[in-house]
């Protein structure tokens, strides 16, 4: 059975830094993707940032570009997010999700397998 298990979330003021981890248990993502994306409350679930497993290159919106990082450990079959300057906005659940090709980009349909989800709170 495929897992992808994430820890990691939690609270922070603005201004602050929170990592994110998600490990796939129970296959790999080799040649495709993970990601992770956040859903607020009544918002609907948007891409924050995406990693192709085998080539490394990363997709990210506008919204958190130069502030978070996508990272991948091969070893340890593990995407991190690190998230820098966090804001208020920046409040939502945050989900892992992976697909085993590169079709998945932007929208949430386009993947397969998701985590359970993980608080992020940003206070002011």
């Known amino acids: 059975q495929v897992r992808l298990v994430e820890s990691g979330g939690g609270l922070s003021q603005a201004g602050g830094s929170l990592t994110l981890s998600c490990a796939a248990i129970g296959r790999t993502f080799s040649g495709g993707v993970m990601a992770w994306f956040r859903q607020a409350p009544y918002g609907e679930r948007e891409l924050v940032a995406r990693i192709g497993w085998n080539s490394g290159t990363t997709l990210y919106p506008d919204s958190v570009k130069g502030r978070f990082n996508i990272s991948r450990d091969m070893a340890k079959n593990t995407v991190y997010l690190q998230m820098n300057s966090l804001k208020p906005e920046d409040t939502a659940v945050y989900f892992c999700?992976?697909?085993?090709?590169?079709?998945?980009?932007?929208?949430?349909?386009?993947?397969?397998?998701w985590g359970q989800g993980t608080q992020v709170t940003v206070s002011s």
């Open positions: 999700a992976a697909h085993p090709s590169t079709y998945a980009l932007w929208h949430p349909t386009q993947y397969s397998f």
